[in-house]
């Protein structure tokens, strides 16, 4: 069988551009075929046609993994997937796949826009190009309605493909966590992040209280 290039199997669908992000956006992390299919919001039959075109690209590679399991010491041993770092155009590929994708703030102030009033929302992780980060999205609302924002944080994900991580409070409780140096609001503000709505006076919070802005 002749060795297809690689790039020339990659972008065959828009399930398998879904999964390519997905997996180049969480380069660290390993997952099941049923968190793929899942997190991709694809149809198992899809999902396993195209993951086996990223492992014959060289894209994603199979790993061992250990699952904890409810109710039970022992680990159940199962089969993962998880980015192969080792692929050749991985940097020109994750650069690409990000500038292509509709990943910025504009877009995400549209969506969240449908759960409300909005007094904060802060970037960082993948909108910033930092995938090791924890946290893509920290926002605030004096009324929070937390289904509404998942509502709406779940419609960008379907958009975008790839699986958005966020932390929504009430504006009351972000300016309590800033003020107390409180771990998720710190590891925010202290890394590379952008904001986008502050009519809370947050980041003026976060500046008094030690942080770097």
Do not use: W
């Amino acid at each position: 069988m002749a060795v297809t290039d690689p790039l020339s199997i990659l972008f065959g669908s828009t399930a398998r551009v879904k999964l390519l992000r997905f997996f180049l956006f969480n380069p660290s992390k390993e997952f099941t075929f049923d968190d793929i299919s899942r997190r991709a919001k694809l149809v198992r039959r899809t999902a396993r046609t195209e993951i086996s075109a990223l492992e014959r690209a060289g894209v994603i590679k199979q790993k061992t993994i250990y699952m904890e399991v409810e109710g039970k010491n022992k680990k159940l041993k199962a089969i993962g997937y998880t980015l192969n770092k080792n692929f050749p155009e991985l940097q020109a590929l994750q650069t690409f796949l990000f500038e292509t994708a509709p990943i910025d703030g504009k877009n995400l102030l549209k969506h969240l826009r449908q759960a409300g009033v909005l007094d904060f929302v802060g970037i960082s992780g993948v909108f910033v190009r930092d995938f090791e980060q924890r946290l893509d999205v920290l926002l605030s609302m004096k009324k929070l309605d937390q289904a509404k924002v998942e509502k709406a944080i779940r419609s960008l994900e379907a958009e975008v493909g790839i699986e958005i991580r966020f932390a929504a409070m009430s504006t009351e409780d972000l300016l309590y966590r800033v003020g107390m140096y409180d771990k998720l609001t710190r590891d925010f503000f202290d890394y590379t992040h952008q904001i986008l709505v502050d009519k809370a006076g947050v980041k003026d919070e976060a500046m008094s209280s030690s942080y770097r802005a």
